[in-house]
T-cell receptor, first 115, second 118 residues
Framework: AQSVTQLDSQVPVFEEAPVELRCNYSSSVSVYLFWYVQYPNQGLQLLLKYLSGSTLVKGINGFEAEFNKSQTSFHLRKPSVHISDTAEYFCALNAGGTSYGKLTFGQGTILTVHP | DAGVTQSPTHLIKTRGQHVTLRCSPISGHKSVSWYQQVLGQGPQFIFQYYEKEERGRGNFPDRFSARQFPNYSSELNVNALLLGDSALYLC?????????????????FGSGTRLTVV
């Protein structure tokens, strides 16, 4: 079985400061990893994905994440946040194979950017 | 091109009632997955259907059922509604049964149906 743990339920930060949202995962097989953003009363928007290759992946809106297999982590970072980044962020994985299309999500991290 | 469409966007039901939620995938996508997102939590996998067959089922009671039609649209049915079934129900479509094929990730979510059980 696979699981995803987001280590912070809430992260407050001031505008233009850097931010890191932490995600650890557990799996006995290789996984694909994703970060999604959800704005209030909306669906999920894909920020970035790790499928293979370079462990540093870049996504939309200036976000990036680093896949660390030895530490089973996939932390999300942004060097300078904006008020508009205030939202809930979800880390997710897919284990491929007989997991088919199933995504396993973490509990979410609410990022609040203060002026 | 239309994305994943879900209907209705909101509905209110009474405990014990039955509800049907609908999802139309992206044109050309043959697989639909359903998720439940309770307030303050991450989405939980309910079902995946591919070519009208169930390909995955999450840890949900038998009150939850789904089906996929020949045009690849899908319905999620929930019987004997409980207050705890109040949630955002998300539908997602993928071209095939796998979320990732080669270097392509084809997962697209709809905006969801907000179900409130009173």
């Amino acid at each position: 079985a696979q699981s995803v743990t987001q280590l912070d339920s809430q992260v407050p930060v001031f505008e233009e400061a850097p931010v890191e949202l932490r995600c650890n995962y557990s799996s006995s097989v290789s996984v694909y990893l994703f970060w999604y953003v959800q704005y209030p009363n909306q669906g999920l928007q894909l920020l970035l994905k790790y499928l293979s290759g370079s462990t540093l992946v870049k996504g939309i809106n200036g976000f990036e994440a680093e896949f660390n297999k030895s530490q089973t982590s996939f932390h999300l970072r942004k060097p300078s946040v904006h008020i508009s980044d205030t939202a809930e962020y979800f880390c997710a994985l897919n284990a491929g194979g007989t997991s088919y299309g199933k995504l396993t999500f973490g509990q979410g991290t609410i990022l609040t950017v203060h002026p | 091109d239309a994305g994943v469409t879900q209907s209705p966007t909101h509905l209110i039901k009474t405990r014990g009632q039955h509800v049907t939620l609908r999802c139309s995938p992206i044109s050309g996508h043959k697989s639909v997955s359903w998720y439940q997102q309770v307030l303050g939590q991450g989405p939980q996998f309910i079902f995946q259907y591919y070519e009208k067959e169930e390909r995955g089922r999450g840890n949900f009671p038998d009150r939850f059922s789904a089906r996929q039609f020949p045009n690849y649209s899908s319905e999620l049915n929930v019987n004997a509604l409980l207050l705890g079934d109040s949630a955002l129900y998300l539908c997602a479509s993928t071209p095939g049964v796998l979320a990732v094929r080669g270097n392509n990730y084809g997962y697209t979510f709809g905006s969801g149906t907000r179900l409130t059980v009173v």
